[in-house]
């Protein structure tokens, strides 16, 4: 565990957010709306979070010019380079490498897998958790995050830049785990306290505040007044990084928050599109397979999709409506080996990019390693192997999503051979990517399409449509493994 103590308490301040409506300290509710609104303008739905509040029927004239005149105070103020029929913002991401100590793979996909199902449940049943799990074995230390990616986000006046973890699987944005949070003029806490339990021995404790965030660098002078995110005061399992941008849809956060305990976070696409700097609640993300340690550079776009990386059309599956799998980006997916081996038929389960494997139930996986003939790899725990002449005969697995159907290549299937010595491998040997999620199918969470899957595809998430959109890319098809 590490704690961080070196950012100045400021003085306590009021702060409200329109959308969550929590309690003021002196215990009335801010923004005063009837109690027929104020149930439309909850976040305890992402996916409501910012279109009934422009809704015109709720809204006298009056109240609507005193809305436009409040924008127009506010675009006076606030720099803007980016107007909503121009609205797509692209950044760079960049994937790091854990080269360094024993990357059990593996089991930390499964711890943290456990954990997101965990927070699932608990949420459904009205039982969140309010502190990290003691359960997870104590054998896998938070450090042992082979790969992900990370991209440079700006904070406060003057703006401090900071190196945040791509997470499409949580929807917490936070920092201080590594570099410290500095306080500007526009900083402002509020009552709140944040924690977040990431499975796999990761988490963060600390407190909520509000500051002046900005993407893309000053070239592109996209500043979002008022953001909120964390600052954590003790954290777990984010070495080398500050901390993360929390990607996954808004009722993820519910919990987190302390009081406000059911209230959520607006994630910082909510907080680009409520203030019009895109014209969609959507992004999309394009990353690139390596066979290599060295950092390869893929697109997060905010607003639709990006000017390159699809290659074709882009296709939309709703989001799943099972439990365990509907809070995230979650689908229903068939699954097949071959031309007949049928593994899934429409089963529910989620996109993860924190994920490095592709997850399956456990009897679903046990299938799966009988078709291909693969065997155990004790020197690099959790995988399972082939031989180079089983590899010549691999067949591709295919995925339905929504009746499109998604290749996945015999080399796609692999993990890349280059890097085989980082899992414990040995060289002349072919370890699947492919891994068991420790439950069988029928949980309501039966798979996780991690980094592996993710990486071979343009991954379109939208919050306004309830769906997620997946595009072949120049690698969906690549031998680099």
Request: glycine content about 10%; aromatic content about 10%; proline content about 6%.
């Amino acid at each position: 565990m590490r704690t961080s103590s070196q950012f100045v308490q400021p003085r306590r301040c009021r702060h409200y957010r329109l959308q969550t409506f929590r309690p003021s300290e002196d215990g009335k509710t801010a923004n005063q709306q009837p109690e027929s609104d104020r149930s439309s303008l909850s976040c305890t739905d992402p996916h409501r979070l910012h279109i009934e509040i422009m809704s015109p029927s709720k809204f006298s004239l009056f109240s609507s010019l005193l809305l436009v005149l409040s924008y127009a105070i506010v675009a006076q103020a606030i720099p803007a380079t980016k107007a909503v029929d121009d609205s797509l913002i692209s950044l760079s991401i960049a994937k790091r490498f854990n080269l360094t100590g024993s990357a059990n793979v593996v089991a930390r996909d499964q711890a943290r897998a456990r954990g997101l199902r965990a927070q699932a449940i608990a949420r459904g049943t009205g039982t969140k958790p309010l502190s990290p799990s003691p359960a997870e074995p104590t054998s896998i230390s938070a450090t042992n995050e082979l790969l992900y990616y990370v991209v440079d986000v700006e904070i406060g006046i003057p703006p401090i830049t900071y190196e945040l973890i791509v997470d499409t699987g949580t929807a917490n944005t936070w920092v201080g785990a590594g570099r410290t949070f500095i306080q500007s003029q526009k900083t402002r806490q509020t009552r709140d306290t944040v924690l977040v339990d990431y499975g796999a021995g990761e988490y963060m404790s600390g407190v909520e505040f509000t500051d002046r965030v900005q993407l893309g660098g000053p070239s592109q002078g996209l500043i979002i007044m008022g953001q909120s995110f964390g600052v954590a005061s003790e954290w777990s399992g984010f070495e080398g990084v500050d901390g993360v941008l929390g990607l996954g849809p808004a009722v993820l956060t519910i919990g987190t928050l302390s009081p406000d305990s059911t209230a959520s976070i607006p994630t910082v696409t909510d907080g680009l599109f409520s203030r019009g700097y895109i014209g969609a609640n959507v992004f999309s993300v394009y990353f690139q397979p390596s066979s290599t340690g060295d950092p390869i550079t893929g697109q997060l776009t905010f607003g639709g999709t990006g000017m390159y990386g699809a290659v074709g059309p882009v296709n939309y599956a709703p989001i799943t409506s099972i439990e365990s799998s509907s809070d995230f980006w979650g689908i229903n997916q068939g699954l097949r080996y071959g031309a007949s081996s049928q593994l899934l038929s429409s089963n529910p389960g989620i996109f993860d990019s924190r994920t490095t494997m592709i997850l399956l139930a456990s009897d679903v996986f046990a299938k799966y390693i009988d078709l291909v003939g693969a065997v155990p790899a004790p020197e690099a725990p959790g995988f399972y192997k082939i031989t180079v002449d089983q590899y010549a005969n691999l067949q591709s697995l295919f995925f339905t999503i929504h009746n499109v159907l998604y290749e996945f290549t015999a080399n796609a299937q692999i993990w890349p051979r280059n890097l085989n010595n980082v899992i414990g491998g040995m060289p002349g040997w072919c370890y699947l990517v492919l891994g068991d999620i420790t439950w069988d199918s029928g949980s309501g969470m039966d798979f996780i399409n991690g980094m592996t899957f993710i990486e071979r595809y343009y991954m379109v998430f939208d919050t306004d449509n309830s769906r997620v959109g997946i595009a072949n890319t120049p690698y969906t098809r690549a031998t680099t493994n």
